[in-house]
């Protein structure tokens, strides 16, 4: 079977890794840089600490980073004649980044680039505008992925995927991480652990691929507990970095049912539910459903996490989602069915339903709604 193999982009992986900053500006050529963040971040004084001089700021970016802020940083972009980004904050300042990026040297709506649409082969020129991403959690992976979901001013959220939206460096600090609160340390861990565990299960053959996952997926079992329970430990924190970095560098085997359940719920205006926590409510109940298709690679991971076979791994993804303290049902997030019953068709067309190692139904994405909702 033929393997695509590429990886990926440069990775500046350190514990205070964000000293190369003004190197890397630098060797970009980028002097007029727009940053892009969070309201939080700049609150609790991260942004002061890295000892950026951006000539222009966006700091509204929200949970699920939409085409209406993008066009809101383009504008910032423009006006202060940036010439390249700083992305700085969670997998949604990134991929805000990308998105604004991607209209810097292309003409909206960014429905025309969404990978569903055909919109891959749209995003032309040999290159987008510099970026740099810093992460500051550890679960979106997106440091180093080709993709970008945002939701777009048509009500959902869709996926921009293109080897140009890969950051041209990703700075990895473990110690940025470490202002993170309990909650969303295992929210994130457990989006960084839902990429390793499907891309793993994924139906295409890339080993090199498999490998990284089948590692990031052990240390991220192994010490995402601890970064919770001990959060300034340096050695937690760089753990859960790699794991979230092993889940980037594999998206390209392509993702499963969790994602492609998870995307058209983060679209919900209304609820702005959280990804991460949204793919770990999922993850048990993909398992089970994936049980009979992907025995292989779930005995893999059995082995790797301690237990005795594919069977138990749904009830420990549950346990351990529990453990955390996170919601355990869409219901105790405030979803409802009537949010639930037009979302099985967008989950389906998503592109994530197509790599799920189980063919999917709309019927089986509509079940799977109402088990991950009642819990």
């Known amino acids: ?112 680039y969404a990978l569903i649409h055909g919109g891959a ?7 987008l505008p510099p970026l740099i991403a810093v992460p500051t959690t550890a679960g979106s992976g997106s ?55 499907e891309n793993l299960c994924s139906p295409d053959d890339n080993p090199i691929a498999d490998a990284i996952a089948i590692d990031g997926l052990e240390r991220g079992w192994h010490h995402l507990r601890r ?27 392509g993702l499963g049912a969790v994602h492609a359940l998870s995307h058209p719920l983060g679209a919900l205006e209304r609820l702005n539910l959280h990804h991460g926590t949204l793919n770990a409510i999922f993850l048990s109940h993909v398992l089970e459903f994936n ?12 082995d790797r996490l301690g237990l005795t076979g594919p069977a138990d791994l749904p009830g420990a993804f549950a346990d351990l989602v529990r453990d955390l303290g996170l919601p355990t049902s869409l219901g105790a997030m405030g979803v409802t069915a009537d949010d639930l019953r037009p979302l099985a068709e967008h989950a389906l067309a998503d592109h994530c339903s197509q790599s799920n190692p189980r063919p999917m139904t709309v019927e089986d994405c509509a079940a799977l709604y109402e088990r991950a909702r009642s819990g």
């Open 227 to 253: 970064a919770i329970d001990h959060p300034n430990d340096l050695e937690h924190r760089r753990e859960m970095m790699v794991c979230a970095l092993a889940g980037g560098m594999t998206f390209q085997k």
């Open 291 to 302: 049980l009979d298709a992907c025995q292989e690679k779930m005995q893999m991971m059995a």
């Open 1 to 112: 079977m033929q393997a695509n193999i590429k990886y990926l982009t440069n990775v500046h992986f350190d514990v205070d890794a964000a000293a190369v900053l003004p190197a890397l500006l630098a060797d970009l050529n980028v002097a007029r840089p727009l940053l892009v963040t969070d309201p939080t971040l700049i609150e609790i004084g991260l942004i002061e600490r890295l000892g950026l001089k951006p000539v222009a700021i966006y700091d509204q970016v929200r949970t699920n980073p939409t085409e209406a802020g993008a066009r809101e940083a383009l504008e910032q972009y423009r006006s202060h004649d940036c010439d390249g980004t700083v992305a700085v904050g969670g997998g949604s300042s990134i991929d805000l980044a990308k998105a604004a990026g991607l209209l810097v040297e292309h003409e909206p709506p960014l429905s025309n």
């Open 121 to 127: 082969e749209r995003i032309r020129g040999d290159r």
């Open 143 to 197: 440091e180093v992925g080709r993709a970008a979901l945002v939701t777009l001013d048509t009500g959902r959220k869709l996926a921009l995927i293109n080897p140009k939206l890969i950051p041209d460096a990703a700075v990895c600090d473990p110690r940025l991480t470490c202002s993170m609160p309990a909650g969303l340390t295992a929210a994130t861990g457990m989006d960084a652990l839902s990429h390793c565990v």
